[in-house]
């Protein structure tokens, strides 16, 4: 093993274990090594963002403008632009790489993708449909032209693609929301067997852990253990959430007692929302419900003052979920809705399609729905924080 695959999987290693300093000295180290790797400069990047650096792609800038013929490193670097709300600063690197280099593969899809979360919708969609001209057969600019379009409110002729995208990969997440969203402006009757709120989304009420007394003893010992993990001071800046922060290690490897109970608990709910799915052919939230359902992986979420998720599905995961530990006394007010839970909006505008079921959180609530509907959350107003754990199911089958 090389000593620059040591410093990563080192720094991994550290990052689980919440000793960021060290870790960060590892990336540091990878980066020196080789500065053209895009995976160290992102996870050296992401790491000094979420420490509250506010210079924490100055490796990456370097190497950018050091290696200008590079197009990994500077859509890399566009990319993390992006992320961090820069969309003047990625627009320009990556006109500016398109000019020099040409429409190398990529390159003007990322442009869209800035172009559609700046609002600039038909020149998004311009870029988008050139870039899936010059590579056809690639679903990644198919993708970036049938979000655009469904923001523009054309979903007739986002269908076509969608239905092709879904033939040639029936269970990909991503496809299933486009669908749905689709359905819903054409009022096609798709909508409501893939968002079926009233049979998808579950709210259970967990029961004590059998070393616990009640629920509000086990959200007290959860509290105590997770704020341990919250270590850092803002959230990753490739995640949904915004205002908070967001543990780094799987919580499925913790050791920790309460967490290994909140784990175990939350078995029951899986079992019974399993159970009352079935396992169908015909559709493809319960054709999944087949073998052994484990985690995927699992985290914890604490949304500080204006803190909320931006809308997304979870493309890796089957079931997803929402477990409240502690919750601000604003999300008692029914009117007002603040830190509550949405489902049906996608992640950018689309006309006609806003929050179409919203659900409240109560500290012991465990919410369980697919990983393919769209999801996020309105934002919390106060100083007191929203404590919560999450995780994906899937099953091997």
Not at 19 to 48: I, M, N, Y
Not at 106 to 127: D, I
Not at 325 to 341: I, M, R, Y
Not at 352 to 380: D, N
Request: hydrophobic share 40%.
């Amino acid at each position: 093993m090389s000593e620059f695959d040591r410093s990563l999987r080192r720094s991994n290693e550290l990052l689980q274990r919440q000793q960021f300093e060290q870790a960060e000295r590892e990336l540091e180290r990878a980066v020196a090594l080789r500065p053209s790797d895009t995976a160290a400069q992102l996870g050296l990047a992401k790491l000094r963002y979420m420490r509250g650096d506010p210079s924490f792609a100055r490796d990456l800038a370097r190497a950018a403008a050091r290696n200008r013929n590079d197009t990994n490193l500077q859509m890399q670097f566009a990319e993390v632009l992006r992320m961090t709300g820069d969309l003047a600063g990625a627009e320009l690197l990556l006109r500016d790489l398109i000019a020099r280099a040409g429409t190398s593969a990529g390159l003007r899809a990322s442009l869209a993708v800035v172009l559609h979360e700046a609002g600039r919708l038909r020149e998004a969609l311009t870029e988008a449909l050139a870039e899936m001209s010059d590579r056809p057969g690639d679903p990644m600019p198919v993708e970036t032209v049938t979000a655009i379009l469904l923001s523009l409110g054309r979903a007739d002729e986002a269908m076509p693609m969608i239905r092709a995208e879904r033939e040639r990969a029936p269970l990909d997440q991503v496809w299933i929301a486009h669908e749905a969203t689709a359905a819903r402006l054409a009022d096609d009757p798709a909508y409501a067997e893939l968002y079926d709120y009233d049979r998808f989304v579950r709210a259970f009420d967990i029961e004590a852990p059998p070393d616990f007394g009640s629920v509000a003893e086990l959200n007290a010992e959860l509290e105590k253990s997770l704020s341990e993990r919250h270590g850092l001071k803002r959230p990753p800046f490739n995640q949904s959430m915004r205002f908070g922060t967001q543990t780094t290690g799987n919580l499925v490897a913790d050791t920790d007692p309460a967490i290994r109970a909140a784990l175990t608990a939350f078995l029951k709910p899986i079992a019974d929302y399993r159970a009352r799915l079935g396992n169908a052919d015909d559709h493809p939230l319960s054709v999944r419900n087949r073998g052994e359902a484990h985690y995927a992986g699992c985290w914890s979420v604490r949304l500080k003052a204006r803190g909320f998720h931006v809308n997304h599905i979870h493309s890796e995961g089957w079931l997803s979920s929402a477990y409240y530990v502690s919750v601000p006394a604003e999300t008692a007010d029914a009117a007002k809705q603040s830190g509550w839970l949405k489902f049906g909006e996608p992640a950018q505008p689309v006309p006609g399609a806003g929050p179409a079921r919203t659900v409240q959180p109560l500290p012991g609530r465990l919410v369980l729905f697919p990983s393919y509907m769209w999801h996020g959350t309105t934002a919390i107003h106060g100083t007191e924080p929203r404590l919560t754990m999450a995780f994906d199911v899937v099953t091997r089958q």
